[in-house]
């Protein structure tokens, strides 16, 4: 009797090793979520969903269309619901809360050598939390300036390239000269004010988040950390060569004022050169300039793109390898040149397409090798921290409302209390 019940519970436990959201005597199916929202980008993804299928009879995957302006919240939900996605599109500042709350598989061991060694260390930073890597960080977006070509080439004022860019003073002194009769040298969209100023803050040596030896972080604006916000402070309140209307604005909403003639210049995002080539009136003269440096050059901070691998999912190795499949060389150039961005990979980065002169491709590339981590990257407690904190801060700053005396203290006082919840 003891035998038989023995062999029933065996049988018992094979059978629950087979469960799963697959039929044994099937294909894997992956779920794949992908955040591209433009048409090139879309087509990119699905096209390489189809090859891969197409290739691995016994994985599948499915996709996924998700959306950037919920991501954040829907994920969440779906860890908790046990409902995720197996292969998740995401951005390197939203990953850190999932992996410290066990959502995210440490992607360590589980990725070929070929893609661990191809993307630089410092882009792996973005992703590393703890002992472990959560996400596979495969495009990355410089800010840059995109400039009303034949405005400044009138005014006669220096061009910056990459090897000889303007300083942040030299930039203000620019902006001035080119504003005058309803017009402006920048316009500058806050509608996000805090990864703007926290990033290209990183030219002057601002880093804002310093961790202590016991690995606590805390929050100190030093000077590095005020030239890029007092430069945009001055722009609007003493020089008047910065439009305040635009404070509130996203990128997009600067365009037609733009396309219009009233800025000569606005700091975009690089990907925004799809929409200008597509909205720009016949003739627009435009072109795509480096963001001022300070005492670190032309550093600057970015959250990359990311693809992670959830923790419940069962498939952990096959989403791997479709990870691998989606990151080869030639597909991160495919997935860059439809998302109008960088790659991180260092083979990717050489790919002739990437270094052409049409749309300015040369210049964003020749900014890839000064691209860190987002002051913010590791952050736990962020989130809050610049909802709560620093967006209303910074909007105030540079609205006019409070001087940098208040900057600092708020975000000094006010931001090491959110965080020291998050760290006790």
Same mark, same amino acid.
């Given at each position: 009797?003891?035998?038989?019940?023995?062999?029933?519970?065996?049988?018992?436990?094979?059978?629950?090793?087979?469960?799963?959201? #697959?039929?044994?005597?099937?294909?894997?199916? %992956?779920?794949?979520?992908?955040?591209?929202?433009?048409?090139?980008?879309?087509?990119?993804?699905?096209?390489?969903?189809?090859?891969?299928?197409?290739?691995?009879?016994?994985?599948?995957?499915?996709?996924?269309?998700?959306?950037?302006?919920?991501?954040?919240?829907? %994920?969440?939900?779906?860890?908790?619901?046990?409902?995720?996605?197996?292969?998740?599109?995401?951005?390197?500042?939203?990953?850190?809360?999932?992996?410290?709350?066990?959502?995210?598989?440490?992607?360590?061991?589980?990725?070929?050598?070929?893609?661990?060694?191809?993307?630089?260390? =410092?882009?792996?930073? #973005?992703?590393?939390?703890?002992?472990?890597?959560?996400?596979?960080?495969?495009?990355?977006?410089?800010?840059?300036?995109?400039?009303?070509?034949?405005?400044?080439?009138?005014?006669?004022?220096?061009?910056?390239?990459?090897?000889?860019?303007?300083?942040?003073?030299?930039?203000?002194?620019?902006?001035?000269?080119?504003?005058?009769?309803?017009?402006?040298?920048?316009?500058?969209?806050?509608?996000?004010?805090?990864?703007?100023?926290?990033?290209?803050?990183?030219?002057?040596?601002?880093?804002? @988040? =310093?961790?202590?030896?016991?690995?606590?972080?805390?929050?100190? @604006?030093?000077?590095?950390?005020?030239?890029?916000?007092?430069?945009?402070?001055?722009?609007?309140?003493?020089?008047?060569?910065?439009?305040?209307?635009?404070?509130?604005?996203?990128?997009?909403?600067? *365009?037609?004022?733009?396309?219009?003639?009233?800025?000569?210049?606005?700091?975009?995002?690089?990907?925004?050169?799809?929409?200008?080539?597509?909205?720009?009136?016949?003739?627009?003269?435009?072109?795509? %300039?480096?963001?001022?440096?300070?005492?670190?050059?032309?550093?600057?901070?970015?959250?990359?793109?990311?693809?992670?691998?959830?923790?419940?999912?069962?498939?952990?190795?096959?989403?791997?390898?479709?990870?691998?499949? *989606?990151?080869?060389?030639?597909?991160?150039?495919?997935?860059?040149?439809?998302?109008?961005?960088?790659?991180?990979?260092?083979?990717?980065?050489?790919?002739?397409?990437?270094?052409?002169?049409? =749309?300015?491709?040369?210049?964003?590339?020749?900014?890839?090798?000064?691209?860190?981590?987002?002051?913010?990257?590791?952050?736990?407690?962020?989130?809050? @921290?610049?909802?709560?904190?620093?967006?209303?801060? @910074?909007?105030?700053?540079?609205?006019?409302?409070?001087?940098?005396?208040?900057?600092?203290?708020?975000?000094?006082?006010?931001?090491?209390?959110?965080?020291?919840?998050?760290?006790?």
């Amino acid at each position: 009797m003891r035998g038989r019940l023995l062999w029933v519970l065996v049988l018992v436990l094979l059978a629950a090793g087979c469960g799963g959201d #697959t039929d044994p005597g099937g294909p894997v199916t %992956l779920r794949f979520q992908s955040l591209a929202w433009q048409e090139e980008s879309v087509r990119a993804n699905k096209e390489l969903v189809a090859e891969w299928n197409a290739t691995h009879p016994d994985v599948k995957v499915e996709y996924v269309q998700g959306s950037w302006d919920s991501v954040h919240d829907q %994920l969440l939900t779906s860890f908790e619901g046990g409902e995720a996605p197996d292969v998740i599109h995401d951005a390197s500042d939203d990953l850190a809360d999932f992996a410290y709350g066990g959502y995210l598989a440490d992607l360590t061991g589980l990725l070929p050598e070929r893609l661990t060694r191809d993307i630089p260390r =410092h882009s792996w930073e #973005t992703t590393t939390f703890g002992d472990g890597v959560y996400g596979v960080p495969f495009l990355q977006e410089p800010r840059v300036l995109i400039a009303n070509a034949t405005w400044l080439e009138k005014s006669g004022v220096r061009i910056p390239t990459p090897e000889h860019p303007w300083t942040w003073r030299e930039f203000r002194e620019i902006t001035d000269r080119l504003s005058g009769d309803g017009r402006y040298g920048v316009a500058w969209p806050l509608k996000e004010p805090v990864s703007v100023s926290l990033n290209l803050s990183l030219s002057a040596g601002g880093r804002l @988040f =310093h961790r202590g030896a016991d690995g606590k972080v805390t929050v100190r @604006f030093e000077e590095g950390d005020a030239v890029m916000p007092r430069t945009v402070h001055d722009q609007i309140a003493t020089d008047r060569s910065a439009a305040p209307s635009t404070l509130g604005s996203g990128g997009s909403d600067t *365009l037609p004022g733009f396309f219009g003639g009233r800025y000569a210049m606005v700091p975009l995002g690089f990907s925004y050169r799809q929409q200008i080539v597509q909205q720009a009136p016949e003739g627009f003269d435009w072109r795509v %300039l480096p963001a001022p440096a300070g005492t670190d050059g032309l550093t600057q901070g970015v959250s990359p793109q990311t693809l992670s691998i959830a923790q419940d999912s069962p498939h952990h190795r096959e989403a791997a390898q479709f990870i691998d499949f *989606l990151l080869r060389p030639k597909n991160m150039v495919r997935l860059a040149l439809g998302d109008w961005m960088l790659p991180t990979g260092t083979e990717a980065l050489k790919d002739p397409a990437l270094h052409t002169t049409e =749309h300015d491709w040369a210049t964003g590339t020749a900014l890839a090798g000064r691209l860190r981590p987002a002051p913010a990257q590791s952050v736990r407690g962020y989130p809050e @921290f610049k909802d709560k904190v620093a967006t209303p801060a @910074f909007q105030e700053y540079y609205s006019g409302a409070i001087g940098l005396a208040e900057l600092r203290t708020r975000l000094e006082r006010d931001g090491n209390l959110v965080l020291a919840r998050y760290q006790r």
